[in-house]
């Protein structure tokens, strides 16, 4: 009897009430946001994406507020990719070339999460999963459950000591993983002044000139008049693609923790035409698109998410100017 009981007593304490679970939750993700940002930790970490894995080698450096993110491939074609900000480089060692993206919507190649986690209430429940190790180290497991279906599931391992993220996998809505990143072993290094490390090599090839705001996003060809609640616009962009000289308008949505973008492109042109996508929707893993035509161009709406929610938005978007 006084075993049982002490189980009993021992579970009790043990658990979180369901009003505290949401907000221990969330404190969570804040101090692992918060140590990430302050942490020198390298490691071997495995992405599983478009049923593909791959094994890079990370590094992450905090040098006088400044973050700096590293991968380096372990197998072909041998290349490193150096996050500074919003600024990615992609360097491939044989030939030397860079090529050079701005993503200022993403925070991490290990996992982003929003600053504000209050304003995600509306769109998503956060629940403590239970505890687990992962690279030998005991780990908070946070589910970030959606309240429709306009978004996936999520769940982010945190190591209960070091408060870094561990393992983070994205499920759909019969609970099948998508992809995910898990690291194999990790270091955390003393904080010391560290200079960032400049990705350097052959003259970087920019994806080309553009204009990337939210105020210029009233210049795009297009409007999206409907959105699933919680979705934002970011910023927007008009720049060529697929190495073409053809601008493309891109504009970027996002609710926090997913994101889609909606592109543009002119048809005008028989090598546009034969390149454009098939209509209709499109998966690759955790990626749903859904292209269709509005008069001579072709509406391209992509991102992480399920494919109700890239139809949901892609129908929602008119020409301007155009007759209702």
């Known amino acids: 009897m006084t075993h049982v009981l002490l189980v009993i007593l021992c579970a009790a304490m043990s658990t979180v009430s369901a009003e505290e679970a949401p907000l221990a939750a969330k404190q969570i993700l804040q101090k692992m946001v918060k140590a990430m940002a302050a942490s020198n930790f390298q490691g071997t970490v495995v992405f599983m994406k478009n049923d593909k ?19 380096v491939s372990l197998n072909s074609p041998p290349r490193e990719i150096v996050r500074d900000s919003d600024e990615i480089k992609c360097l491939y060692k044989l030939t030397q070339q860079v090529i050079i993206d701005h993503r200022p919507y993403e925070h991490s190649f290990i996992v982003d999460v929003p600053k504000n986690l209050d304003e995600m209430d509306a769109s998503y429940q956060f629940e403590l999963a239970g505890e687990e190790d992962v690279a030998m180290l005991p780990s908070y497991v946070v589910a970030i459950k959606p309240k429709d279906d306009f978004r996936y599931v999520r769940k982010i391992w945190v ?18 993983v998508l992809e995910q990143v898990v690291f194999t072993e990790i270091q955390i290094k003393k904080p010391t002044p560290t200079k960032l490390k400049e990705a350097t090599a052959a003259p ?8 990337s705001n939210l105020d210029a996003s009233n210049q795009a060809a297009f409007e999206v008049t409907a959105l699933p ?10 720049k060529p693609l697929h190495q073409s000289d053809q601008p493309v308008d891109h504009l970027l949505l996002s609710d926090g923790f997913a994101s889609v973008s909606v592109y543009l492109e002119s048809k005008k042109t028989d090598k546009a035409a034969d390149a454009s996508v098939p209509e209709g929707i499109h998966s690759v893993g955790a990626i749903n698109s ?3 035509n509005l008069a001579d161009s072709q509406l391209t709406v992509l991102g992480e998410v399920p494919a109700a929610t890239v139809k949901f938005i892609s129908e929602g978007v008119k020409l301007r100017n155009s007759a209702p």
């Open 229 to 238: 609640q919680g979705f934002k616009q970011i910023f927007f962009s008009r």
């Open 159 to 176: 190591a209960k000591d070091q408060l870094l993220p561990m393992k983070a996998v994205v499920y759909d809505r019969a609970g099948l």
């Open 290 to 292: 859904m292209s269709r």
């Open 53 to 71: 894995l791959e094994a890079m080698k990370y590094f992450h450096t905090s040098s006088k507020d400044k973050e700096q993110e590293r991968l």
């Open 204 to 211: 970087a090839q920019p994806q080309g000139a553009d204009i």
